[in-house]
């Protein structure tokens, strides 16, 4: 058992190295679609464009694996996901659920074709929204 675990090991090594090499290469192949899309490409072009992209998304995953890119990334969405839910967040939810809302009326009375008095929808959302969590303070009073 001792002397397979090397050999496993060493075969998922290479089998997650195929598989990043296989990611770059569909990387590369949309990339010279979305061009293609943009622009007319003929066959010659791609053959001579392809291997120059694959070159450069070697290149920029090797810059992106160099300078811990993908680490920090993780690590950043890491903390996001455990980071507890503080007040901040819950007036900053209910501040855009409140103009959402006046959105939601005012494209309702759009397809109506009716009158909405957009300001008077955000006065009143707005001071409703101060009921519910108070003036924001300025940095004088705290």
């Known amino acids: 058992m001792r002397r397979i675990a090397p050999f ?3 075969q998922l090594s290479r089998f997650r190295m195929g598989q990043t090499y296989y990611a ?19 066959f010659w072009m791609l053959i001579l464009l392809f291997p120059v992209l694959f070159i450069l998304t070697f ?17 950043k969405s890491q903390e996001m996901l455990f980071r507890y839910v503080n007040l901040a967040d819950r007036k900053a ?5 409140a103009i959402a809302s006046v959105n939601i009326e005012a494209f309702k ?5 009716r009158p909405f008095d ?9 001071s409703a929204y101060l009921d519910e969590w108070g003036a924001p303070k300025s ?4």
């Open 24 to 42: 770059m290469i569909l990387s590369t192949v949309n990339a010279v679609a979305l061009v293609s899309l943009a622009f007319p490409v003929e």
């Open 118 to 126: 957009t300001d008077a929808a955000l006065r009143a959302k707005y």
């Open 139 to 142: 940095k004088k009073e705290t």
């Open 109 to 113: 009375a759009a397809v109506e074709k």
């Open 59 to 75: 290149l920029l995953g090797y810059w992106m694996d160099k300078s811990n890119v993908t680490a920090e990334d993780s690590i």
């Open 8 to 10: 496993v090991g060493r």
């Open 93 to 97: 939810q209910a501040f855009q659920l």
